[in-house]
């Protein structure tokens, strides 16, 4: 059983950065696509960023193109997401997700693994 841990959330202004982080329990890391999600309060799940299993392919939600980028260290066993000019339409609970599929997957059906969120809040 795969343990994810996220952390890096918090409080901040309209076109602030944040980094989250999220550490996974079992190796090889390496054997799993991850994929970061969040949710907003009513709201369904929703993709935010994919990871493949060497890091070399990404893919983004067209809502953070340009503004966030999904990385890895597979020697530490930690997945990236980092989130620049942030706005309060971001404002949501972000969890990272990994999945044994072999390409990213969009949807949180995909993903075999959670971890708890994060919560990121951005004020106007």
């Known amino acids: 059983q795969v343990q ?6 918090g409080l ?3 076109g602030g950065s944040l980094r989250l ?19 907003a ?5 929703a993709f935010v960023a994919g990871i493949s299993r060497s890091g070399a392919n990404t893919f983004y939600a067209d809502s953070v ?10 020697a530490k066993n930690t ?8 706005r309060p339409e971001d404002t949501a609970n972000y969890y990272c997700a990994g999945s044994s599929y072999v390409t990213v997957r969009t949807t949180p059906e995909s993903y075999d693994y959670w971890g708890q ?8």
Do not use: H
């Open 4 to 9: 994810l841990v996220e952390s890096g959330g």
């Open 12 to 14: 901040v202004q309209a």
């Open 21 to 39: 982080s999220c550490a996974a329990s079992e190796r090889p890391f390496s054997s799993y696509i991850m994929g970061w999600f969040r949710q």
């Open 41 to 45: 309060p009513g709201k369904e799940r």
């Open 65 to 74: 193109k340009g503004r966030f980028t999904i990385s890895r260290d597979n």
């Open 79 to 86: 997945v990236y997401l980092q989130m620049n000019n942030l």
């Open 117 to 124: 969120g994060t919560q990121v809040t951005v004020s106007s």
